[in-house]
């Protein structure tokens, strides 16, 4: 199994700035994706931001300017650096990844427990 374990969600004022970590633990063979996405209360996750193992990032539209995702493959962690964070950036943000293990066969999505962003006044 992969362990995905997030932190730096915390209750921050309109403009502020959050920076999210996860980190990956388990018998990880190779990580191809690591990404974050979040759910609000009483909607849909949605995806927020993912970077591949050789670099590429996506972000949605609604995402883009504030948001960037970075990652140490090396480490095994990616982080989300959040600005100009508004109340309804709000959401429970969740890590993920997919990988594969150490004698497993395929592909595998992995998701950490997630961490509480709150962005009131």
């Known amino acids: 199994q992969v362990q995905l374990v997030e932190s730096g969600g915390d209750l921050v004022h309109p403009g502020g700035s959050l920076r999210l970590s996860c980190a990956a633990s388990g018998r990880i063979l190779s990580i191809y994706v690591m990404g974050w996405y979040r759910q609000a209360p009483g909607k849909q996750r949605e995806l927020v931001a993912q970077m591949s193992s050789s670099g590429t990032m996506t972000y949605p539209d609604s995402m883009k300017g504030r948001f960037t995702i970075s990652r140490d493959n090396a480490k095994k962690a990616t982080y989300l650096q959040m600005n100009s964070l508004k109340p309804e950036d709000t959401a429970v943000y969740y890590c993920?990844?997919?990988?594969?293990?150490?004698?497993?066969?395929?592909?595998?999505?992995?998701w950490g427990q997630g961490t509480q962003v709150t962005v009131s006044s």
């Open positions: 993920y990844a997919i990988a594969t293990l150490v004698g497993g066969q395929g592909a595998n999505n992995y």
